[in-house]
């Protein structure tokens, strides 16, 4: 189990945002990248209508899922809403709380480890700046799609195994937070491959939060996975584990019970911030190579079938044009911006040159700016656009997929969903080309925001 944060790149040591010049230049041909501030990635996925008519997530709680958490979350969420003119939230620090302020606060269960690298010769996965990193990424991005709710931030003191001690506080903190009605939305930027499990069963006992959230109106999303459509098991441990030779799909979001979140490259105008404008001129390649696109599916986009999960009732109808769904659950539902080569902006504050545990190249990382990808990327920035749902519903919505699915197959499918038709995720094994309607990389598609978000509102 680790962070669905596939790729990261340090632009600048600033407290200024950098340039979308400094992100071309970030790397060297062919991997340049272009990033995306919070109003850029709001124009491309039309998210404004929804502020101007008064919807922004007000009076919704967001819980964020994290092993570790981050000890200087505070201050970087802090800098990250300076910087982009984000309203500030009462917990953030230099904040001074006032009435209906949204909120940011912690849920540390079973203690809070500091942000640093492990120490000694351990097993490598337990890597602290690397959720710390993760932390900065949710937090930010969710309050940056939806400024007017509530986030809590749930971190756990492992993150090391599946079955022992990772998954299992994961899912009990997941738990504590429905039976205590804590929050109505959970967003889980973390998975693991259905066959890195000692067996089915095992899975099956983990998902108990899952069913109490369904029952209580709790909507759970999870990342897709970002190794494509491989999977990977966890031994040798001291390899890091290896590649799976078919291709497999990603716990939890192969769950029926969770709407998991695939990815795409964003290939639109990072410069335009009250539109969605296609941009094939800027890097990187994939946005070049694809002209006229405004998305094209994420190569390491998780997404496939489950070997575990059959396929709910709610796959059994499907826009025109869709892969076909067999008998087994098909993955990812939805899909949202995540790669890093047309990722987000993200600060993050790490320990001292050479003390932070993550590598930037040939150096190792420090504070600073990030253009950051991943369907960690995708999933915290779609639990905010169901924040704002709920806020238009009056409250929780619980188990989304079927309204998803009923949307699409209604006629409304094409004002409701930016369909994502070219591109792959055949990153490391055989994978599934992205097509019209559903697919294995980018679900039904992403969102038109100021369409669907009313209408997965009224049908949930």
């Given at each position: 189990?680790?962070?669905?944060?596939?790729?990261?790149?340090?632009?600048?040591?600033?407290?200024?945002?950098?340039?979308?010049?400094?992100?071309?230049?970030?790397?060297?041909?062919?991997?340049?990248?272009?990033?995306?501030?919070?109003?850029?990635?709001?124009?491309?996925?039309?998210?404004?209508?929804?502020?101007?008519?008064?919807?922004?997530?007000?009076?919704?709680?967001?819980?964020?899922?994290?092993?570790?958490?981050?000890?200087?979350?505070?201050?970087?969420?802090?800098?990250?809403?300076?910087?982009?003119?984000?309203?500030?939230?009462?917990?953030?620090?230099?904040?001074?709380?006032?009435?209906?302020?949204?909120?940011?606060?912690?849920?540390?269960?079973?203690?809070?480890?500091?942000?640093?690298?492990?120490?000694?010769?351990?097993?490598?996965?337990?890597?602290?700046?690397?959720?710390?990193?993760?932390?900065?990424?949710?937090?930010?991005?969710?309050?940056?799609?939806?400024?007017?709710?509530?986030?809590?931030?749930?971190?756990?003191?492992?993150?090391?195994?599946?079955?022992?001690?990772?998954?299992?506080?994961?899912?009990?903190?997941?738990?504590?937070?429905?039976?205590?009605?804590?929050?109505?939305?959970?967003?889980?930027?973390?998975?693991?491959?259905?066959?890195?499990?000692?067996?089915?069963?095992?899975?099956?006992?983990?998902?108990?939060?899952?069913?109490?959230?369904?029952?209580?109106?709790?909507?759970?999303?999870?990342?897709?996975?970002?190794?494509?459509?491989?999977?990977?098991?966890?031994?040798?441990?001291?390899?890091?584990?290896?590649?799976?030779?078919?291709?497999?799909?990603?716990?939890?979001?192969?769950?029926?019970?969770?709407?998991?979140?695939?990815?795409?490259?964003?290939?639109?105008?990072?410069?335009?911030?009250?539109?969605?404008?296609v941009d094939s001129t800027d890097p990187p390649a994939e946005c070049?190579?694809?002209?006229?696109?405004e998305e094209v599916a994420w190569i390491a986009a998780g997404g496939?079938?489950?070997?575990?999960?059959?396929?709910?009732?709610?796959?059994?109808?499907?826009?025109?044009?869709?892969?076909?769904?067999?008998?087994?659950?098909?993955?990812?539902?939805?899909?949202?911006?995540?790669?890093?080569?047309?990722?987000?902006?993200?600060?993050?504050?790490?320990?001292?040159?050479?003390?932070?545990?993550?590598?930037?190249?040939?150096?190792?990382?420090?504070?600073?700016?990030?253009?950051?990808?991943?369907?960690?990327?995708?999933?915290?920035?779609?639990?905010?656009?169901?924040?704002?749902?709920?806020?238009?519903?009056?409250?929780?919505?619980?188990?989304?997929?079927?309204?998803?699915?009923?949307?699409?197959?209604?006629?409304?499918?094409?004002?409701?969903?930016?369909?994502?038709?070219?591109?792959?995720?055949?990153?490391?094994?055989?994978?599934?080309?992205?097509?019209?309607?559903?697919?294995?990389?980018?679900?039904?598609?992403?969102?038109?925001?100021?369409?669907?978000?009313?209408?997965?509102?009224?049908?949930?």
């Amino acid at each position: 189990m680790h962070p669905t944060v596939s790729d990261y790149v340090q632009i600048s040591t600033s407290t200024t945002p950098p340039t979308e010049a400094q992100c071309f230049a970030a790397t060297p041909p062919p991997t340049h990248r272009r990033c995306f501030t919070p109003q850029a990635i709001r124009a491309a996925y039309n998210v404004s209508p929804l502020y101007a008519a008064g919807f922004d997530g007000h009076g919704v709680t967001i819980a964020i899922v994290d092993a570790y958490g981050s000890d200087t979350i505070a201050h970087d969420l802090h800098v990250f809403n300076q910087a982009f003119n984000l309203p500030g939230m009462c917990g953030e620090e230099g904040v001074t709380c006032s009435s209906g302020m949204p909120t940011f606060s912690q849920l540390h269960l079973q203690g809070s480890p500091a942000t640093k690298p492990q120490p000694g010769k351990g097993t490598g996965q337990e890597d602290k700046s690397a959720w710390a990193l993760e932390v900065s990424l949710d937090v930010e991005t969710a309050h940056a799609m939806a400024p007017g709710a509530n986030i809590l931030l749930v971190t756990t003191p492992t993150a090391e195994t599946l079955g022992v001690q990772g998954f299992p506080d994961m899912m009990n903190a997941e738990q504590y937070v429905v039976d205590h009605h804590l929050a109505t939305v959970i967003s889980q930027s973390f998975a693991s491959t259905e066959e890195a499990f000692g067996s089915s069963a095992s899975l099956m006992h983990l998902r108990h939060a899952f069913v109490s959230a369904a029952a209580n109106g709790v909507t759970v999303l999870g990342s897709s996975g970002d190794f494509g459509s491989a999977g990977v098991i966890k031994t040798p441990v001291h390899q890091g584990g290896q590649l799976l030779p078919n291709p497999a799909v990603w716990w939890p979001a192969s769950d029926p019970l969770v709407t998991g979140v695939g990815g795409t490259y964003l290939c639109t105008d990072p410069f335009n911030t009250t539109t969605r404008t296609v941009d094939s001129t800027d890097p990187p390649a994939e946005c070049m190579n694809n002209a006229g696109q405004e998305e094209v599916a994420w190569i390491a986009a998780g997404g496939g079938f489950s070997h575990v999960f059959s396929k709910p009732s709610y796959q059994n109808s499907l826009p025109a044009g869709s892969t076909a769904i067999g008998s087994m659950r098909g993955v990812p539902d939805i899909g949202l911006q995540a790669s890093s080569r047309t990722g987000a902006l993200v600060y993050i504050s790490l320990p001292n040159a050479g003390q932070s545990g993550l590598q930037c190249g040939s150096s190792p990382c420090s504070t600073g700016w990030y253009d950051i990808g991943g369907t960690s990327l995708s999933c915290p920035q779609w639990a905010a656009l169901v924040a704002i749902a709920g806020q238009m519903k009056g409250h929780g919505l619980g188990l989304i997929n079927p309204a998803l699915y009923s949307i699409a197959n209604s006629g409304k499918y094409a004002g409701d969903f930016f369909d994502v038709t070219v591109g792959n995720n055949a990153e490391f094994v055989q994978g599934y080309n992205a097509t019209t309607g559903w697919d294995p990389v980018t679900g039904l598609g992403t969102p038109n925001a100021a369409n669907l978000i009313p209408d997965l509102a009224a049908a949930s």
